[in-house]
């Protein structure tokens, strides 16, 4: 079983539309949790980050942890052509330990 | 949050050439991270690389093929060694955001081309 498991899409929603991409852990121990946006070619930049159970909402976006489902997902509203990227989602099992990433969701958001 | 400047941003090389990147943070930071993106893959640690001591690697990757350095709190280098067209990749530096369970933020990346 992968450590972090993304669908890899791509996920193609219309433009205004919520884009929702989803992300399952298999460490139980994870404490921190990351979604990274990646451009083609350009290095992945941090779009939010959680750490407790629940939501957490950052202008359009909103990140969702549920750390019995072993579940994090992130939401984007109002989608915009520029939302374009493959999403990355990172879990951390805490202290200065390595960062995990899944294989990224490709997202497509539809002018 | 931390700004990492990563250089080269890009080089093409010979095989059997090697190539040495370059990291440097604007703040110290205690845990400096080196992935691995091939092509249409996600990103892969290679090594942590933690301030006077030895990296450690990950499986599959080892210090003869790719040594790093970390003299000080603010600096890193990864080393391509011997390098054969399958090590076009990009290559990324990392650091952790200066407490436990903060963010990790990113160089801009070296996309190295072996021909």
């Known amino acids: 079983q992968k450590e972090v498991e993304q669908n890899s899409g791509p996920l193609s929603v219309p433009e205004g539309a919520i884009a929702s991409l989803n992300c399952t852990y298999s460490?139980?121990?994870?404490?921190?949790f990351f979604w990274y946006r990646q451009y083609s070619g350009k290095s992945p930049e941090l779009i939010m980050f959680?750490?407790?159970?629940g939501d957490k909402e950052d202008g359009r976006f909103t990140a969702q942890l549920n750390k019995a489902s072993q579940y994090v997902s992130l939401l984007i509203r109002d989608s915009q052509p520029s939302d374009s990227a493959t999403y990355l989602c990172?879990?951390?099992?805490?202290?200065?330990?390595?960062?995990?990433f899944g294989t990224g969701t490709k997202l497509q958001v539809i002018p | 949050s931390a700004v990492i400047s990563q250089k080269p941003s890009r080089d093409i090389c010979q095989r059997g050439t090697s190539l040495t990147i370059q990291c440097q943070v604007d703040s110290q930071v205690t845990m400096m991270f080196w992935y691995r993106q091939q092509p249409g893959q996600s990103l892969t640690l290679i090594a942590t690389a933690n301030q006077g001591s030895e990296a450690t690697y990950e499986s599959g990757f080892v210090i003869d093929k790719f040594p790093i350095s970390r003299p000080n709190l603010t600096f890193s280098t990864l080393t391509v060694s011997n390098m054969s067209p399958e090590d076009s990749s990009i290559y990324l530096c990392?650091?952790?955001?200066?407490?436990?369970?903060?963010?990790?933020?990113f160089g801009q990346g070296t996309r190295l081309t072996v021909v």
């Open positions: 990172a879990v951390n099992v805490g202290g200065y330990q390595k960062v995990t």
């Open positions: 990392s650091a952790d955001g200066g407490q436990p369970n903060t963010e990790a933020f």
């Open positions: 959680i750490y407790s159970n």
């Open positions: 460490d139980r121990g994870s404490q921190s």
